[in-house]
């Protein structure tokens, strides 16, 4: 854990880059993938909630899903609840 005012060690540095480079766009084609058209759906309702204090994280997790199905009954996709639970915990690295 670093310090206040402290300098980032290399480790640190180091995966902050991998996450930046690597991690992010991983995240993001596999969020793509797996929901198509629905990704920023996903992406959308995490950032929004994300804001919500007052919420739990499950609570946060809850109501994206709900905000990703829904938006896929309406455009007539029947997506599988695996499915949708991934795409949120994707979202919720993107935006970290």
Avoid: F, H
Wanted: no cysteine.
């Amino acid at each position: 854990m670093k310090k206040e005012g402290t300098q980032p060690g290399k480790g640190e540095i180091v995966m902050q880059w991998l996450k930046r480079q690597l991690l992010k766009p991983l995240a993001k084609g596999l969020l793509k993938m797996v929901l198509g058209d629905l990704a920023e759906i996903a992406v959308y309702a995490v950032r929004e909630l994300a804001s919500y204090e007052t919420l739990t994280d499950q609570e946060k997790r809850r109501r994206a899903y709900e905000s990703v199905k829904t938006e896929g009954l309406k455009r007539g996709r029947a997506l599988r609840d695996s499915a949708i639970n991934l795409a949120v915990e994707l979202a919720v690295q993107l935006i970290k």
